[in-house]
Structures are given as structure tokens and as C-alpha cells.
């Protein structure tokens, strides 16, 4: 099993959004940069994530699983751009900021950290595990 960080601004659609739609789980869409398209097409199913509140809040909130592989983005109308479908699984405890993750030495090489930027990442193993233990998992 691998490790992935989806980034969402919760005015669009949130921890609870995505809790809502159940086990159905709701496609990722609406992404439109490569490197997060690519990460997207090396998830398999089972894959955890987390699922995380940008903007003003700058917190994972919640863990998420693939259920549908790499497939055409139904809203793109442009082959290049692919998407997976994912379901809530569970909320963290306690949310885990930005901050708290910078201040952390052992998260120092996650990419949530280098390139806060990017919506769709990989995480590893070791940081998984850490960021869960953070959020009271």
C-alpha cells in the first residue's frame, strides 16, 4: 500500500463534503498539474490518503482510500487530465497543521513541507506514521 496527501480548500469541498458522500466516495477532479495528474496514475486501490484543508486551516483532517483508479477526469473534456475516486475512512482526532509538521525534524524531508503547493503528493511510509501518531491515531 502507498501514502498520498490530496489537498483541498474547504469552501469547495471539504472533510465534510467528502464524509457525505459515503462509501460512493467522490472522484478528485479538477486537478490541472502534471506531477499531481502522475501521482494520481500510481495509485492502486486501497491506497491510503490524507485529506487535507488548505488555506486558512493548513491541516490534515482526515484519512481517505482510493476505490476507482486512474481514469479520465469527468469534467476536463481533455484526455491528459486524469483522476482517482476516493472515500472517507476516517477523521484524525486531532487535526494536524502545516506548522506542527515544519516543526517536526522527522517530517523535515515530506514534500507537504518543501512544496506545500502541490495538491496531490506522495507521502511515505515513516511520515505517514508520524503525522498519524500527531493526530491521535
Known amino acids: ?5 490530496f489537498k483541498s480548500e474547504p469552501n469547495t469541498w471539504s472533510w465534510d ?13 479538477g486537478v490541472r498539474n502534471y506531477q499531481a495528474r502522475n501521482n494520481m496514475r500510481a495509485m492502486r486501490l486501497g491506497d491510503r490518503g490524507f485529506f487535507y484543508h488548505s488555506l486558512s486551516e493548513k491541516a490534515v483532517v482526515g484519512i481517505v482510500e482510493v476505490i476507482a483508479e486512474a ?3 469527468s469534467k ?3 484526455p491528459r487530465w486524469e483522476c482517482v475516486d476516493i472515500k472517507a475512512v476516517q477523521p484524525l ?3 494536524v497543521t502545516l506548522e506542527m509538521c515544519k516543526a517536526e525534524p522527522r517530517l523535515a524531508g515530506m514534500v ?7 495538491s496531490v503528493q ?4 515513516e511520515e505517514w506514521r ?8
Do not use: F, K
Open 1 to 5: 500500500m502507498a501514502y498520498w496527501l
Open 17 to 29: 463534503d467528502q464524509v457525505a458522500r459515503g462509501d460512493a466516495g467522490e472522484e478528485w477532479d
Open 71 to 73: 481514469h479520465p477526469d
Open 76 to 78: 476536463a473534456g481533455d
Open 93 to 95: 482526532p486531532r487535526p
Open 112 to 118: 507537504l513541507v518543501n512544496n506545500s503547493r502541490l
Open 122 to 125: 506522495p507521502v511515505t511510509d
Open 130 to 137: 508520524i503525522v498519524c501518531e500527531m493526530g491521535g491515531l
